[in-house]
């Protein structure tokens, strides 16, 4: 049994590691809370957002802190035709069919990617790349800090979007009651297309914090998509608050079953959780009752 | 179509493309036929369940790798003969499928819900073959080079043809049966409105687990031939996603719920990956970039498949609708 010498340390770096994959999760449950999408190209959105940075980092020497003010609106902007030109038009009727559907989106971007930018990993060179914090005697990487203020600082923006701008207002009526709301004049297409946008520029404000201690490649975003939808169903579909405790659990969860299990088979603590949720509470911790 | 026609065109089909061993020569050639037909056996065993069913899962690949697993296993482990595993690696990926849908139908998953969990069970099998020893961990499983009959490894493309032959065969015979059958009736109830079907006294939770556990077993038959086949086995092959989307692209791209389906969707698949390589070279991710395109447009604008299509423009009654009731969003 590893002291707590040992598991503090571990404990606060899986708290950090987990303010990332709530940043992650937060644009996804912010589009699922609103269109009930359950968008499978999250991941590969992500992953796009990340080579964005990479490359304005390596052509340009925009520093990836700087970034946020260009890859976030980008994003929006991919983000709302995404959903204007293709994703609001495959339903059906069928929840199914939306996820078939940003499934072969993440198809295509994946694969566009790997003929784009071969398959080889890149990171971005910083001079804080290597900076620590000492939190608690435990040493932190400098770019996870960051990230995780962000996210606390993300999470906070989205609420009081949500709350406090007729926008926000515009989403929730649509989210509670879709006929009602266009009958007092809200525009469906327009506002589900800003929300998914939204969604997507949050993955762009992940893609600037994470990269200083992150990687990219083509397969990247993959690994993120199962740990997302396990954060946003286990705080409960469409919380934000949910989303950052979910998140936080989550990489606690990883770093503790990374140091007692193994690299390897520590993530399976991710899935079983992810799992069990869904079987026993589907709505999650913070979530409304379906 | 009726029934009867149905069974006479699926012996004249499958004798036709019997003839492919006599008519080509070249082994290339006839990989690709083997190839196609693996492929098909593939999605017909997602049809049984998405497609009958309605239950769209994005995790098949744990049926396929256990299969695999099961008699690369045996064969290196314990000494098993494959023809042996075959059995014994259908059965546990039908078993797979038992505790997946229990897990699941049990507490009425359904929906994205249930195609999101069939994922993580897939992502919790391959942690697993990464981690413990018998499986090869990372490295994988090389099944022993012995070709003969006996052993399941034939030294001919032709004879691996003739085995995943009467697979696929054996597999669209029973969807055929199940199509004719009450189970097949009240299996597309529950699909097309499960509140309705349990109404009139279908027993949801056991249609959709006789279901799961035919269509793990059939994903299984593929998992098993595939290992077979190449002899080689690792984690990310066997429970990755690429099985798991190969699985649903074929009957999506075919017509889900249709027998004919997934066989089109294989060949059609198939012929388009030859054709892009033919055509644009071996570049990485092209051919997966087409499979995506594909499977936007295919759900999009025509969302009953080639099968469906076919069948329009012959003016016909389409098989099925997989676009429902037409409250949808946006």
Partial sequence: MPDSAIIIPSVLNGLTTGGLYALVALGLTLIYGVLHIINFAHGALLMLGLYAVYFLNAQFGIDPYVSLLIVPPAMFALGYGLQRGIIGRASHGRDENILLVTLGLSIIIENLSLFFFRSDTRTVDTPYSFDVVEIFGAFLPYPKVVAFIGALVTSALLWLLMSRTDLGRAIRALAKERKGAQLVGINADHVFAMSFGLGVACLGVAACLLLPSYYVNPQVGGGFVLIAFTIVVLGGMGSFVGALIGGLIIGVVEALGGLFLGESLGQIGIFLIFILVLIFRPTGLFGAKA | ?330
């Fill in chain 2, 1 to 330: 179509m009726k029934t009867d026609t149905k069974l006479l065109m699926l012996i004249v089909v499958f004798g036709l493309i019997g003839l492919a061993p006599v008519l080509i020569t070249q082994d290339s050639l006839l990989n690709i036929v083997i190839m196609t037909l693996y492929a098909a056996l593939l999605g017909q065993a997602w049809n049984i369940l998405g497609g009958y069913g309605g239950q769209v899962s994005f995790g098949h690949a744990a049926y396929f790798g256990t299969g695999a697993y099961t008699v690369a296993v045996l064969q290196v482990q314990f000494g098993i003969n494959p023809w042996i595993g075959l059995a014994v690696g259908g059965l546990a990926a039908a078993a797979v499928g038992a505790f997946i849908g229990f897990c699941t139908f049990r507490y009425g998953l359904r929906g994205s819900y249930f195609a999101l969990v069939t994922l993580a069970f897939a992502e919790v099998l391959r942690i697993l073959s990464n981690s413990v020893d018998f499986t090869g961990a990372g490295v994988g499983l090389l099944i022993p080079l012995e070709r003969s009959a006996a052993n399941f490894q034939f030294a001919s493309k032709a004879e691996f043809f003739w085995v995943i032959w009467v697979m696929t065969f054996a597999a669209f015979l029973t969807v055929w049966k199940i199509g004719n059958s009450r189970f097949g009736a009240q299996l597309t109830a529950v699909r097309d409105n499960e509140d309705a079907a349990r109404a009139l006294g279908v027993d949801a939770f056991r249609v959709k687990m006789g279901a799961i556990m035919l269509s793990g077993f059939f994903a299984g038959l593929a998992g098993v031939f595939y290992a077979q086949y190449f002899l080689y086995l690792d984690p990310h092959i066997a429970y990755g996603a690429a099985i798991s989307v190969e699985s649903l692209l074929v009957p999506i791209i075919g017509g889900m719920g249709t027998l004919f389906g997934p066989l089109l969707g294989a060949a059609f698949l198939h012929g388009l990956s030859e054709l892009s390589r033919a055509v644009i070279g071996d570049a990485p991710g092209v051919s997966l970039v087409l499979y995506g395109v594909l499977l936007v447009i295919m759900v999009l604008f025509v969302p009953r498949g080639l099968a469906g299509l076919m069948s329009h423009l012959r003016g016909g009654k389409p098989p099925v609708s997989r676009a429902g009731g037409g409250k949808g969003h946006a």
